[in-house]
């Protein structure tokens, strides 16, 4: 199954949602973010997420009728919601109405995050947090890269493009499919990125090992496959 990178962000605060999208952005998560409960709704029924973080006091719908919507039509997305509120009814509607946690502003990122991490892997849980394809394996954890036990330094964009071609298990992944989970929807990037950070990928964890571990299949995408020589 494909790794979904991305996360909605429901936050009617300019600088929060700001400062949100900067953080997940730094530690590999694509965002996209939006202010109002009706719209927020609309993304969650268009787009796959690994976790919807989500004001509750919002325009439009507010945080627990989108977060009861949702539920209502059968989106598992772990959701963790943000507010101002504090008190034990509060947190009870939240988990009442389906949310996964609920964390009281002003919250502490590192803890957020913890949480953030915390709520995606509960939803999909896996045997090991390490992936291995031949001699390469990652570390999503850690977001430690290595191969025949030599770390490789890679940059946040380039581990979170090689772990979704990883845990797709050695099927296609298409170049749309690896923009949309690698960048925001609102930066609109150029889809020709792909290949500027497939070629980058390829000179760190192929070209110094002789390997040639990430194939282009034409007119659809790359492959990650176990270890093959470069010059097989």
Known sequence: MLLTMRVLVVEDEPRVAEALRVGLNAEGWSTDVTGDGTEALWYAEQHEYAAILLDIMLPGLNGYRVCAQLRAAGNTTPIIMLTAKDGEYDEAEALDTGADDYVTK????????????????????????????????????????????????????????????????????????????????AAEPDINLIEVHISALRRKIDLPFGRRSIRTVRGHGYQLVPDQDSHA
């Not at 949480?115 to 947090?129: D, G, I, Q, T, W």
Request: aromatic share 6%; proline share 6%; net charge positive.
């Open 106 to 185: 002003p919250f502490s990122y590192v803890v957020l995050l913890a949480r953030l991490r915390n709520a995606v892997r509960r939803r999909s849980p896996a045997p090991s947090p390490v992936i291995s394809v031949g001699d390469l394996t990652l570390d999503p954890a850690s977001r430690i890269c290595a191969r025949t036990g030599e770390q490789i330094s890679l940059t946040s964009k380039e581990f979170t493009l090689l772990e979704m071609l990883a845990s797709s298990q050695g099927q296609v992944v298409s170049k749309r499919q690896l923009l949309e989970g690698g960048w925001d929807f």
